[in-house]
Structure formats: structure tokens, C-alpha cells
């Protein structure tokens, strides 16, 4: 088998807007040198939560990717689930995704992106704190990469979960764990959309000096219920050789009307404050996400454009572009907590790991305009 015969049916890696259903094409395969064997390993090392990425290697326990299924085999012996994990894949592609979150904002733009691009897919229909009912999706979808965007986000925001404290660490925590078990015991990756609102600005890393936190920094933002219980499963899950963490933050999408869009949300505010964050413009980094899987990646990876954005800007650019006669107002942090339960995180997460592997990956104002502003431009002035 030599890594050619892959080639046609591995689609090109190129995002685009989610509307336009790119086709993906991974610039980046592990084949092993003497055979030409997709063979990769999880690493067992988990003592930095640096990227656990699946290599190439002759080491003992590898675990191995079929060029037909795309799926994580394990050797004879290790695990007895393996054996019919990997009698699966028989698609085209050779890929098939399990996707949690039907019904979710991120899951449902997951859902499209794969249909948009060819890829069979399933959303499964089990709750996560319930083992036996995603070992039951796993045994019907036969996936080869699984991908978690369920959790308790709150609604109308994140302050529900201070009030639904057993609900949030039964989904969030026992249900992510139990996913992760559940993919690891049949060798799969998973992909699990988590959040960077685990940080806040500190002496180290002060707002506007341009040094962001990186993937192996311990947490330093508990002040809300959801972000402390966001820190603690991503710190066991580092355990998890099998688990790619995105560390997800105040993600955009191209949809503005979309409530749970950080643009919608603050253009609708009565005042916002203006601090400047590092975001996640979904339409550029979904697709990528897609092709972490297909690379097999795991480990942490800060999930957000390069560089940050302020609010302020980010209205200025609504202004610009689709409404030249909007206006707000800007309060303070401390008028701020007056109007919410919990605080919230503000930092700028180092992108470095994930420019490294998406060398093409844009900064976080250019991916707005391309992705965000440009296909939505109402005015002509802009
Ligand atoms: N949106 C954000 O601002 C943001 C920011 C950073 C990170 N994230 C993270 O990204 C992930 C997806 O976010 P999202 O905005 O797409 O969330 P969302 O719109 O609130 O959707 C959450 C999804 O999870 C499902 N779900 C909740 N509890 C579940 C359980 N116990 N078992 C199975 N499914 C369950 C929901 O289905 P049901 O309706 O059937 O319960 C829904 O489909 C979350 O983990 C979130 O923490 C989001």
C-alpha cells in the first residue's frame, strides 16, 4: 500500500464560508516509512498537555490507520474492541463521522459542513452521560472519528449554570468523560469542541501585550460554574490520549442572524464593554477541525484566529459594512457585573500550535472581513 493510492480519495483542505460547502483535502499524512503503512501511535505521555499527535513510529503498542476505514487500530491483543472497530469505514471517503450536538449550534454547522463536502456522517442519538447509549451509536454508525459539540451552554448564557449546577457537571463533566472512555476503549479519536474561557488576563499575560496563554498553562479563570467545570474536565481529559481539545472562544459565524453568534449578541446589547478577545470565526475553523481528525491530531489546541479583536472594533466593522447608522455604548467591567451572574473571561490565547499545522490559518480582524463582513456587506462605503 503506498501512500498514493490514497490520494483520490482524500478530498483537497481548503476553508472556505460554511455556505459554500468547500471540498477538504489534508496536506499532511503520517505513512510509515518502510511500508507505506498509515501507521501512527498514541502517545502515552501526558506529564505537558502539548499536542499528543498521533506519529509515526515503531513503537511498541502502535496503534495503526487503515488507508480503506481511516480508523485507529490497535495491535492484536491490546484491545479486544478493536477488532470490530475496524471492520467499519466502508465508504468512499473511508471516513465517517459520529457527531454529538444535533441540535446544537456547532453541531448542526458540523452536520452541513460534512454534507456540503461529501462526507457520510451520523449524529448520535445518545445523551453523553449515558455509556450505554453511546456505546449503542458507536455499535450502529461504526464511525471512523467521533466529534463532541454537546454540553450545557446555558440558556439565555452561561449564568444558567450556576442555578443548574448538577445538570452542568452531569453533561459538561461525567457526559464528556464517559464519551471519551467510550471512543477510547475502540481506539478513536475524538474531536471535542471545548472552551478558552477558562483564562483571564494576569501579570503574565496582560490585556494588549500580545502574549497569549498557551495550551500547557494552567487554567486561571474559575469565576463562573461553566468555566470551572470546563477547566477541570479539560484537565482530565489530558489523560485521554485519544482526545483532541479545542478550546473554543466567542465564536462568529457568517450567520447574523444566529442569537448565539458573538457579533448578533453584541450588536443587540444594551452596552457592551469593549476589551479586546481572541475569537473563533467558525466558518474558517470548522472545516479546519474536520481536518484535524482526518490528520488524527489530538491533544489541547487554542481554537482561535491569531490576535484578538475588541468589541468595539468588532462594531465599528458591523458599522462599516451592514449598518451605517448603528450606534452603542460601552460600559465598564464593573457595570458589566451588574447585569450578569457570573464573570466573564477575557484573554488572548496563543495560536502558534495551531498556525504550525495550518500554516494558512488568518488573523482574527482579516478572517472577520473574509469569512464574516464581505459576504454580508450592505453598504457601499466599506
Ligand atoms: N457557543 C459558545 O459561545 C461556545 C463558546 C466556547 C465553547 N463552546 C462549546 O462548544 C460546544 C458546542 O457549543 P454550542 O454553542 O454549539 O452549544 P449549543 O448550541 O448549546 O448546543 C448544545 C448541544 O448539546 C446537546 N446536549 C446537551 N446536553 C447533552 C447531553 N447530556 N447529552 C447529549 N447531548 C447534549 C444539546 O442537545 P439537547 O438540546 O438535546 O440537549 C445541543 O444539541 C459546547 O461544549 C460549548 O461549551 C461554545
Not at 498521533?54 to 503498542?61: A, D, E, G, L, V
Request: proline residues 7%.
Amino acid at each position: 500500500m503506498t501512500i498514493a493510492i490514497l490520494t483520490p480519495i482524500l478530498p483537497i483542505f481548503h476553508p472556505a464560508p460554511l455556505i459554500l460547502h468547500p471540498p477538504f483535502v489534508p496536506s499532511h499524512r503520517q505513512a510509515h516509512p518502510d511500508t507505506g503503512t498509515l501507521r501512527v501511535r498514541i502517545t502515552s505521555s501526558v506529564t505537558h498537555c502539548g499536542n499528543n499527535k498521533i506519529q509515526s513510529s515503531h513503537s511498541p503498542r502502535p496503534l495503526r490507520i487503515t488507508p480503506r476505514s481511516r480508523h485507529l487500530e490497535r495491535d492484536p491483543g491490546q484491545s479486544p474492541a478493536m477488532s470490530s472497530a475496524t471492520a467499519n469505514g466502508s465508504t468512499a471517503s473511508g471516513l465517517k463521522f459520529l457527531i454529538y450536538g444535533r441540535t446544537g449550534w456547532i453541531g448542526g454547522l458540523l452536520g452541513q459542513l460534512c454534507a456540503g463536502s461529501g462526507i457520510p456522517y451520523e449524529y448520535g442519538s445518545g445523551r453523553l452521560e449515558n455509556r450505554a447509549s453511546l456505546e449503542a451509536d458507536l455499535e450502529a454508525v461504526r464511525p471512523t472519528h467521533v466529534f463532541n459539540a454537546a454540553g450545557v451552554t446555558g440558556r439565555p448564557n452561561v449564568d444558567w449554570c450556576e442555578t443548574h449546577r448538577v445538570e452542568t457537571i452531569r453533561a459538561n463533566v461525567a457526559g464528556t468523560l464517559t464519551l471519551a472512555d467510550v471512543c477510547r476503549s475502540k481506539g478513536l479519536v475524538l474531536i471535542n469542541y471545548a472552551t478558552g474561557c477558562i483564562f483571564e488576563y494576569d501579570e503574565k499575560h496582560p490585556e494588549g501585550s500580545g502574549i497569549g496563554f498557551k495550551e500547557e498553562d494552567t487554567p486561571n479563570f474559575i469565576g463562573s460554574f461553566y468555566s470551572k467545570t470546563k477547566a477541570m474536565v479539560e484537565d482530565l481529559l489530558k489523560n485521554y490520549e485519544n482526545v483532541c481539545t479545542l478550546r473554543v472562544r466567542m465564536p462568529i459565524s457568517s450567520d447574523l442572524s444566529n442569537p448565539r453568534n458573538f457579533i448578533t449578541k453584541i450588536t443587540r446589547y444594551e452596552k457592551v464593554v469593549n476589551i479586546p478577545n481572541s475569537m473563533t470565526i467558525l466558518d474558517e475553523l470548522l472545516p479546519i477541525s474536520i481536518e484535524m481528525a482526518k490528520r488524527n491530531l489530538t491533544g489541547i489546541f487554542n481554537f482561535t484566529n491569531p490576535g484578538v479583536v475588541s468589541h468595539n472594533e468588532i462594531l465599528e466593522m458591523y458599522r462599516d459594512y451592514i449598518d451605517p447608522n448603528f450606534t452603542w455604548k460601552n460600559f465598564t467591567l464593573e457595570e458589566q457585573a451588574k447585569v450578569i451572574v457570573a464573570p466573564r473571561s477575557n484573554n488572548e490565547l496563543d495560536t502558534t500550535k495551531l498556525k504550525t499545522e495550518f500554516p494558512e490559518l488568518l488573523p482574527i480582524k482579516e478572517s472577520l472581513i473574509k469569512y464574516v463582513f464581505e459576504p454580508n456587506k450592505k453598504t457601499s462605503s466599506a
